[in-house]
């Protein structure tokens, strides 16, 4: 992941590095909404919410092309997005019926398993995306602009299971599941820039990632909040 992004900023940002170029930093933060569908009571687990939020940050380089468009490369990562879920399976033959107290079993007679455990799921993104924009402007001090192209997609999950029973633990996956996934998926997104000086900006914007994770997909959000420095 690193050579890549050495390699992609090294080929954008050689021949830039002089007027009309800026660079921006920003705090960002990841919005994840991941396609589910509902079960009347997930027994097993196959709905465990992966939604979330998290806090992370940006940094960007720019070349204005022509008048009104140009090219960008950014890279951004966020802190992991953690969801726990608990899960239950009731398999007494008469379910409304409170369980029978440990205390009150005949002498060697072993209690029924107690069939739920707690799944927990981490979740973070790094993002390298390469942009074409167009941009207009909104006022004497306001400059938007509209982006969109491809992002390389890096995302690192992990799956842990908490049993209650340790007998439900043989009929369940192995905990500590870790995957890393790299795909090349479409990115869109729209800025907003209110000039301070001829050089400085505030800069704020939004990033729409299509991610899939595990099979699942979903939408990655990814709203903005920085400075930018025009050379």
């Given amino acids: ?56 940050f940006n940094v960007a380089v720019g070349r204005r092309i022509g008048d009104h468009w140009g090219v960008a490369l950014e890279a951004g990562r966020t802190g992991e997005i953690e969801t726990r879920h608990v899960h239950s399976f009731d398999i007494r033959v008469a379910p409304q019926a409170p369980p029978v107290p440990t205390t009150l079993l005949p ?34 001090r306001v400059e938007l602009s509209y982006t969109g192209g491809l992002t390389l997609l890096r995302s690192e999950s992990e799956n842990d299971l908490n049993v209650t029973d340790p007998r439900l633990a043989q009929w369940l996956l192995p905990t500590g599941l870790r995957t890393i996934d790299y795909r090349t998926l479409p990115v869109v997104g729209a800025d907003a820039a209110i000039r301070l000086t001829e050089h400085t900006a505030v800069l704020a914007g939004v990033r729409a990632h299509a991610v899939t994770v595990a099979a699942t997909s979903g939408w990655l959000i990814r709203p903005s909040f920085g400075v930018r420095w025009r050379f």
Avoid: C, K
């Fill in 107 to 140: 002498p060697g007679r072993v209690p029924p398993p107690d069939f739920s455990f707690e799944s927990a799921f981490e979740l973070q993104h790094t993002t390298i995306n390469a942009l074409l924009w167009v941009s207009h402007d909104a006022g004497e």
């Fill in 1 to 56: 992941m690193r050579s890549t992004l050495a390699l992609l900023f090294l080929l954008v940002a050689a021949p830039v590095m002089a007027q009309r170029t800026t660079v921006s930093a920003s705090l960002t933060g990841d919005v994840t909404r991941f396609s589910r569908f509902d079960t009347r009571g997930d027994e097993f687990g196959v709905n465990t919410p992966r939604d979330g939020e998290a806090i992370g």
